[in-house]
């Protein structure tokens, strides 16, 4: 494990402390409350493309401290223009890195024989670079202009002399400004690659999970039930739970969350070097090997989770038997280790700040236009291939 990388984690890692965490809860929850109000009772939605448009902008404030503007009101005449044109072309952009990166033959041909043959992947990727269409010159031609946007909102951050502490890039680039060991580390190029890493990562896999969970709490009824008691026995709904409630009030919310994304985990697979000679399952690995962890396959293993079809959140329930005996290396949706995700706190706070705020109003229902079973595209993050449609569901509490 390197000492550079080692340093740069630990200054990550201090940004994501609860006391930070906290404080966003005021600043993400009315881009929360803006995306539920675009729901009209008894419409037809694709609930996966509007979660995509919040966890961009919840990311783009918590992030970077910018309103990209994806959930205002396009009815609005002084918005419309705002959400036809920038922000909708960030989010393209955005959408196509995400889904370019595919483990077949639609996606990037350099990358799909680097799985295998890792020395031949860089030559490959120059010599499809050349290719006027190849999905190795569009990726590139894709990644260049949205890493051209971020680094804008960097600079412009940059040259502010009060930036506040309010988001992410405000604390790393004042403890740049203060800091020469930081200064080394966080080299302008590392710091693009951070925002875009916060960005691609983040809105995502959060986006991916809350349509994962609308889906399949919507067709468990008795989940929906048991789970829409203990929010509204929280208090009035225009409550907001802070930092300390969402970890203490909510246990039956936190479970659904775990079975969700044990169920349709979000990164398709964990990749880890082998840093030593290792024999695993008969086989053996020489140091330096990658190995691909599967997260699907971990999260339908029955001898971890018994009837594994099945949608079941009390199985993660910490008191039940069958989470008491499950190995703790059997669910792992952030990853593990020293390298597991930094932001998986972040996550669930901004998840179950948005399931509180939407099953407060409303429930949902399967759209009859909606295909079963689901098909999934797999990428650098996994997502709906046809989207998750719903329909809307006014509630009278």
């Not at 405000?170 to 800091?179: C, E, P, Q, R, Y």
């Not at 030593?276 to 990658?290: H, M, N, Q, R, S």
């Not at 703790?328 to 593990?336: H, L, N, Q, R, S």
Request: charged letters at 25%; hydrophobic letters at 40%.
């Amino acid at each position: 494990m390197g000492s550079t990388w080692q340093a740069m984690r630990n200054v990550i890692i201090s940004i994501y402390q609860p006391s930070h965490l906290a404080s966003l809860i005021p600043a993400i929850q009315p881009y929360i409350e803006r995306a539920g109000s675009l729901f009209c009772p008894g419409e037809e939605i694709t609930f996966s493309d509007l979660s995509i448009r919040l966890f961009n902008d919840v990311i783009g404030q918590a992030a970077f401290g910018v309103d990209f503007g994806l959930t205002k009101d396009a009815d609005d005449a002084e918005n419309e223009k705002i959400i036809h044109d920038a922000p909708r072309d960030f989010i393209q952009k955005h959408l196509y890195a995400t889904t370019s990166l595919k483990m077949d033959l639609s996606g990037s041909l350099s990358m799909l024989v680097g799985t295998f043959l890792p020395a031949l992947q860089r030559p490959l990727r120059q010599m499809m670079l050349r290719v006027p269409g190849s999905m190795d010159r569009r990726m590139d031609e894709t990644n260049a202009a949205l890493s051209g946007e971020l680094d804008a909102i960097v600079a412009e951050r940059a040259a502010q002399a009060d930036r506040g502490q309010k988001n992410f890039l405000s604390v790393l680039l004042n403890g740049i400004d203060t800091s020469d060991a930081m200064r080394k580390l966080f080299t302008p190029d590392y710091v693009s690659a951070l925002t875009y890493e916060h960005l691609l990562a983040g809105s995502g896999t959060m986006s991916f999970t809350l349509s994962s969970l609308v889906y399949l709490v919507s067709a468990h009824r008795e989940v929906e039930e048991k789970l829409l008691q203990e929010i509204d026995a929280f208090g009035p709904k225009d409550v907001v739970p802070d930092a300390d409630d969402l970890r203490t009030r909510f246990p039956y919310l936190e479970q659904v969350l775990k079975e969700t994304m044990r169920y349709f985990p979000g990164s398709p697979v964990v990749s880890r070097e082998a840093t030593a000679d290792v024999e695993i399952g008969g086989y053996f690995l020489p140091k330096g090997t990658w190995v691909w962890l599967a997260t699907a396959v971990l999260g339908r293993d029955p001898k971890q989770f018994p009837e594994p079809e099945a949608f079941r959140p009390e199985r993660f329930d910490p008191e039940s038997e069958e989470c008491k005996r499950r190995h703790p290396y059997a669910y792992i949706p952030f990853g593990i280790g020293p390298r597991a995700c930094p932001g998986q706190k972040f996550a669930f706070q901004q998840l179950k700040l948005t399931v509180i705020h939407l099953y407060r109003r409303y429930v949902f229902r399967h759209s009859p236009g909606m295909e079963s079973p689901l098909q999934l595209q797999f990428s650098i993050v996994t997502n709906f291939k046809n989207g998750v449609k719903l329909q809307v569901v006014q509630r009278n509490n």
